[in-house]
């Protein structure tokens, strides 16, 4: 698919009005890359200025900082600031809230002060602009779907509308589940849990939250977060739903019915 | 005789109130054992905060029908305490009902207002003895909360009713002797007690003496009760209602997913990829250690937090590893780092020195496998009515951990190689970074 890279653009004489920062998750998790994918596809489709770094992209040190290993966190924070400066961005996009928290909350102390937005905000503000049009006969029209929040979205930074709105802008019908919004419960990943085992328990997390999902009764459960997605996908698969009820990224949401 | 009371009064009253501001000159010393942390930045904001959290308790409300109870207890502490100032005036210059003779007209509104407000905290407080003790509310009846913590909660709930007790009791008598035309009562008069007099049945046998006896037993007893609670509640994870208002006035102000700097570090990576930004050698000495290990590797205001934790557990019933079975539990991070500084408040009140007693908050009371647990959710954060962070001390032990022990799960270990060498925690390529373009949508 054709996507434009940074320093590409900048050789040609360039200067996109939007980084799309992918993240390591979209870039590389083969589910996640779909996510990515899907989020291109509207970008192109509205026409928008945007590049992505491609392979100068690198992680930006979250999980190192969640784990405890500041060093390696300052050292990421350090390389990405300095590329970003050095290309001039002004405005980063990201579908990943883990990525999206550090950029815009943990960056600017450390030199690198850009306008940060979630893709649930961006999505939302393209729909409201009727810059993204959706079908009449959506394929999730009048579908049951509920939406997990991510906790790096909501509690993190008051995220809990945008994504909700966009859910809304399908025609579909939003059911809550019991926890959500800032009493959502956790997918588990976070914190740097996504790269190791499970500490010792009597459940794990991600089963804990798929029953809230199932029991909302909902066909798609929606997210906004790739490792949200990866925790979900697996959880109802053990569950052996996976037939009845898929875990989607509002960006899919949206591909799908444009 | 009354002079002699008078003194005896004074002579307590000075006695409580000197212990109470003893101990809470060495509370003030061990949170400041805590490292410096400027909190005092956008006043307004922070006052809002009081305003909002402490004051109006906003957060209880998430459970609207024991955030009014909560409500209730707390109305009656503090404005039942406004008769305090009678009491202490009665006491100390032997008038009896002081406010009486200021407030001629308001003050049978004044008492009455009280009385209701006592018979409100003692039904709350019944309530919440039923709730800990007989329906066994999760989050009150958990493995952490065995011996002491869950004594504490009972001691203070009963302290509670019983001075409420007494108070109405006390009004009660004294009506009784209004009514029988008994001096100095009956040129006292009040009007009526609308609460207490429904007590009067149960007293109306009693002699003139014995009425005499109950309602000076009943108001030594009150005030007793209450100084001794003052110092008490200094001891227990009562102090919340105190520390609730200087918490949530340094309650942070950035996004809860923000992790605090370390400039120290910030600095040593700086230097390293432009040395000649580096300032000449031994000008900026870096810290001693990194992370935290023990209490006084916290910031101050991770130890006003653990001081100001009342143990009510809404935290750890947030947490998605607690509620699953994991060891990790919010709350008890908090007590563990409460715990650690009263051991250390010991030691220096004995004069021990504890720097050296080889002993610490993490391994000490707080073990790997409970911080390791975290997933910095913001949930234990979010559901604390009164600001306190426990994820800041998971994060500082993590710290520790990492960088001064190098003691990390073998998944992070091939994590943290992986984003060094392949700049993401996979092991995948950079090249292989955008190989998804390449792929049809």
Redesign the interface.
Known sequence: ?K?P?WSEEVSKGNQPEILFW?G?AG???ARA?SI??AF??ILNKVGISYA?L??E???T?D??????????F???A?QNI?LLNGYQVKKIVTACPHCF?TL???YP??GGHFEVIHHSTMLQQMIDEGKIVLNENGAFKGKKITFHDS??LG????IYDAPRSVIEALDASLVEMKRCK??G??C??????????????????N???TSDVLETGASVVASACPFCNTMLTDGIKLNEKQEEIKVLDIAELIAQSI | MEIFQQILFGIILVTAVYFFSKRMALIKKLILLGKAEDLHDQPMKRWKNVALLALGQKKMFKNPTVALLHLLVYAGFIIINIEMIEIVMDGLFGTHRFLLGMLPYYYSFLINSFEILAALVIFACVIFLVRRNLIHVKRLWSNELTGWPSKDANIILLVEIVLMMLFLKMNAADSLLQLKGIEPYANHSTGVFYISSLLHPLMDRFSIETLLLTERICWWMHILGVLAFLNYLSWSKHLHIILAFPNAYFSRLEPNGKIKNMPAVQNEVLYAFQPESAPAASSDPSPSSFGAKDVNDLSWKNLLDAFSCTECGRCTAACPANQTGKMLSPRRIMMATRDRAEEIGSKINQQIEWRSDNRSLLYDYISEEEIRACTTCNACVEACPVSINPLDIIVELRRYLIMEKSSSPQEWTSMFGNIENNFAPWKFSPDQRINWTKEST
């Open positions: 698919m996507v890279i992918v390591c870039s590389f998790d890359q990515t994918k291109i596809t992505i491609g392979t992209e690198m992680c040190g999980p190192a900082r969640r784990a405890g290993n500041e060093f390696q300052q050292m990421m350090y300095q928290n815009k909350n943990e102390e450390l906790c790096y509690r993190s930074n008051q800032s009493n419960l956790c588990g990943a976070g914190g740097a849990q996504m790269f190791k085992e499970e500490e010792k328990g009597n459940n794990r997390i089963l804990e939250r």
